[in-house]
């Protein structure tokens, strides 16, 4: 079935370490997306990428940092200069035309210790 | 200010209950989202709307797009219904997405 995976589905990192979150997609969807949820809060937008090779900076992306290689894939990585990386990430697509829906992954839980 | 304010923030309904959740925003959109995330955390697409009614089993939604306004609607609420419900608008300058921040509903059995 197609759909978007996310992993790891939780990971723990030490202050000052990167760490890099995976996320693929076999929807054959161009749109993807990341974002972060915190309690209370609605989803907040750290990057996105409407191509291949190419993607811009979202309303947080202070500390995050993102590649494109590939249309199945949009990796995004959670660098030490991120001051409060502990979150919920999502990783989401964008069908096109007349099925334009949303889908996401299961979503990452990043905790730094 | 939010782009997307839903209301209410949360929610306890007897099973069995009818269950409307608003949604107002303040941008031009192309289309809204309803969507389900359940205590595990991963989300998925109910509707999109980009005008009039859509119905899926017992959920039903609606848009006004001259008011800009959207509700959901639950009939015969069961507690498999228990979740956050979150409004978002796609708009309509970009593939840009706004968030509300989500209604938590817990239905009692």
């Known amino acids: 079935d197609g759909g978007i995976t996310q992993s790891p589905k939780y990971l723990f990192r030490k202050e000052g370490q990167n760490v890099t979150l995976s996320c693929e997609q076999n929807?054959?969807?161009?749109?993807m997306y990341w974002y972060r949820q915190d309690p209370g809060q609605g989803l907040r937008l750290i990057y996105y990428?409407?191509?291949?090779?190419?993607?811009q900076k979202g309303d947080i992306a202070e500390g995050y940092s993102v590649s494109r290689e590939k249309k199945e894939s949009f990796p995004l990585t959670v660098t030490s200069a991120q001051k409060n990386p502990t979150a919920f990430y999502l990783c989401a697509s964008l069908g096109t035309g007349r099925s334009g829906e949303l889908f996401f992954g299961e979503g990452s839980r990043l905790t730094v210790l | 200010k939010n782009e997307v304010e839903q209301s209410p923030q949360n929610l306890t309904a007897q099973e069995g209950e009818f269950i409307t959740i608003n949604c107002s925003y303040s941008v031009g959109i192309s289309a809204l989202h309803w969507l389900q995330q359940h205590p595990g955390g991963g989300i998925v697409s109910l509707f999109m709307?980009?005008?009039g009614k859509k119905k899926h089993g017992r959920l039903i939604a609606t848009i006004n797009i001259q008011e800009k306004h959207s509700s959901l609607h639950i009939t015969a609420s069961h507690p498999r219904d228990s979740a956050v419900y979150i409004c978002a608008v796609n708009s309509n300058t970009g593939n840009q997405f706004y968030f509300g921040t989500g209604t938590s509903l817990t239905v009692i059995p």
């Open positions: 990428s409407q191509i291949v090779n190419d993607f």
């Open positions: 929807l054959n969807h161009d749109a």
């Open positions: 709307l980009s005008s």
